[in-house]
């Protein structure tokens, strides 16, 4: 199983809700990364998990926030969101931290409202 | 901090034809450099990387150059076929993460 999957494909929340996404992965991998992708933009890293501890938070504001409950599991919890934090956000893996091929899930489409 | 660019947004070649895709970087100091592939409603997919240390470095299809004095990296797809319309991102590995440039826009003409 080479897939990384996200739940759930689209979401559109008011500033004030609570949600989470999902990102699941089953090939053993030991670093998990979320990215943050605008149209037109390439992806842009917002988090690094390596070993189910976080390793590297890109300056992201606090209104984000991730979890990383197990080693195939990576969440990101969202909460007082703005309009322009509408994006695709993707997550991603690999075997360990920093290396070169990462496996991509299709990404959450957020809207905030 | 780093700088990853490419030259051009979009390119458009005939099915069948060679492609070449370019992007510029600025940060000396990356160990690799990495070209993935993202096709509307997915998520990017890698293609090749290349070492700080090597020119060239061919996959199928696929070939990459780094020419580290002018600091510029091209992606050339042989025989290009409709499947590789997508947008093409470089990136540099700095120490625990990728960099990844603007993208150029591949449309593959019949």
């Known amino acids: 199983d080479t897939e990384v999957t996200q739940t759930p494909k689209h979401l559109v929340m008011g500033m004030t809700n609570k949600k989470s996404l999902k990102c699941e992965q089953h090939m053993g991998h030991r670093a998990m990364y979320w990215y943050k992708q605008k149209a037109k933009k390439p992806p842009e890293l917002m988090f690094v998990y390596s070993y189910e501890k976080l390793s590297i938070n890109e300056s992201v504001p606090s209104r984000f926030s991730p979890e990383c409950p197990n080693s195939s599991l990576l969440n990101l919890h969202l909460h007082a969101l703005q309009p322009e934090d509408s994006a695709l956000y993707l997550c991603?893996?690999?075997?360990?931290?920093?290396?070169?091929?990462?496996?991509f899930g299709p990404g959450t489409r957020l809207t905030v409202t | 901090g780093e700088s990853v660019g490419l030259h051009l947004p979009t390119l458009s070649v005939q099915e069948g034809d060679n492609s070449i895709i370019n992007c510029a970087y600025s940060n000396s100091a990356s160990d690799y450099f990495i070209w993935y592939k993202q096709e509307s409603g997915k998520g990017p997919q890698f293609i090749i990387d290349i070492r700080s240390n090597m020119d060239k470095r061919q996959g199928q299809r696929v070939t990459v150059l780094l020419n580290k004095t002018v600091k510029h990296l091209s992606l050339q797809i042989a025989a290009t076929q409709p499947g590789d319309s997508a947008v093409y991102f470089c990136?540099?590995?700095?120490?625990?993460?990728?960099?990844f440039g603007s993208g150029t826009q591949l449309t593959v003409l019949p």
């Open positions: 991603a893996s690999s075997p360990g931290q920093g290396l070169v091929e990462q496996y």
């Open positions: 990136a540099l590995r700095s120490p625990g993460q990728l960099t």
